[in-house]
């Protein structure tokens, strides 16, 4: 049994101690889109054991409430894929749950078919964590952070943590700061970015996570502006709303990391 250690190691501090730092342009996060071969039956489970909720449209989960103004929830999106190679091994490993017993949550989710990749376990100064994989080989951390409940985090690995966690911060801004003393990441609303050392991952597209989702007010200024700072993009502005309202593009992280922006144009969510 192999141990991944998500939050235990290895983790970047780009401005040193407890700095905190705000950069002056913070996009909202706004999803991760994964793949599996049966989305219908992939949204129920996330449903029925990691608390999510109906999202703003059927192929999507939330994780918590949304009635409008403000920032949209993070969603998790399916999409029909039967050969998705799993997170492991990929530029995005994993995403990670907090949950105030996360035994008990353990258990739960292996009688749900999830596998264990490391038990329960402290990391020393943090808290406790552990790692399980669900059904369609998505990578999901657990961890029991009392003041952080819910969703929490996406995990990457990449061959440079500091020059990644840069890109980001250039690219879609975030908060600076650092978990407990000890983890330094970026934050987007309520969830965390986190950035680990990891040489030879595969790109993310055709993973259990195909990639992920920030949501800017407006696509063309944000396109304009990524441009500016010699971001790839894979996808230019699509110039109509697709059928759920929506405006997108495609950008390339660091690492092959696949990124969606989406320009909410309207908003199905009921």
């Known amino acids: 049994m192999r141990v991944l250690p998500v939050l235990g190691s290895v983790l970047v501090v780009l401005f040193g101690g407890s700095v905190r730092a705000q950069a002056p342009r913070t996009l909202a996060y706004d999803h991760v889109h994964m793949a599996a071969p049966d989305p219908e039956k992939a949204l ?10 109906a999202g703003e449209s059927a192929e999507r989960v ?23 190679s799993p997170s492991e091994g990929s530029v995005i490993d994993g995403v990670g749950f907090s949950f105030p ?14 596998t264990v ?10 808290w406790k964590q552990a790692v399980v994989v669900d059904p369609w080989g998505v990578n999901i951390e657990l961890v029991e952070d009392r003041d952080h ?47 680990l050392k990891g040489d ?28 500016g700072k010699s971001v790839t993009f894979t996808a230019e502005p699509q110039p109509k ?18 990124i969606e922006l989406v320009e909410h144009m309207a908003c199905l969510w009921k």
């Open 200 to 227: 030879g991952k595969a790109p993310s597209r055709g993973r259990a996570i195909d990639h992920l989702g920030w949501g800017p007010a407006s696509i063309d200024a944000t396109a304009a502006d990524l441009k």
């Open 241 to 258: 709303p697709n059928a759920n309202g929506h405006r997108t593009a495609y950008v390339e992280g660091p690492g092959g990391v696949r």
């Open 44 to 53: 129920d489970w996330y449903k029925k054991n990691l608390g999510g909720i």
């Open 149 to 195: 409940l819910g969703f929490h985090h996406i995990a990457l690995r990449v061959p440079n943590p500091e020059e990644s966690l840069k890109w980001y911060m250039t690219a879609f801004g975030g908060e600076r700061t650092t978990l407990r003393g000890r983890v330094d990441a970026l934050k987007y609303g309520g969830m965390y970015l986190i950035v």
């Open 62 to 84: 939330a994780f918590e409430s949304w009635t409008g103004g403000g920032a949209r929830p993070v969603q998790f999106l399916f999409i029909k894929a039967p050969d998705a």
């Open 117 to 126: 990749r490391a038990p329960v376990h402290d990391v020393p100064g943090l």
């Open 101 to 114: 017993d996360i035994q008990a949550k353990l258990e739960q989710l292996e009688a749900a078919g999830a």
